[in-house]
């Protein structure tokens, strides 16, 4: 962990965001139909999505970048709704 540079660290907090917001889900703590939900999955994957500019890897890249499509579709059937 001492070698953990700022990138990595960036990484690492997204990844425990999306997480995070996965187990709050499974839990019952959120509703995946709050805006909340694809706000975090969006904030988490970007900060992954930065991560990987610096330590790229095609499988999480695309992982990362159907992640954040599919957060901003949640975000817009949120809004939609309202």
Do not use: H, K
Not at 17 to 35: E, F, H, I, K, P
Not at 38 to 66: D, H, Q
């Amino acid at each position: 962990m001492s070698d953990l540079g700022l990138p990595d660290f960036i990484g690492v907090c997204g990844t425990l965001m999306v997480g995070l917001a996965y187990l709050a889900t499974q839990m019952r703590w959120m509703n995946s139909d709050d805006l909340a939900f694809p706000v975090v999955n969006l904030a988490g994957s970007f900060l992954i999505a930065f991560s990987l500019r610096y330590n790229f890897n095609l499988a999480s890249a695309l992982m990362e970048g159907f992640w954040i499509v599919i957060s901003l579709i949640g975000i817009a059937q949120y809004l939609r709704a309202r």
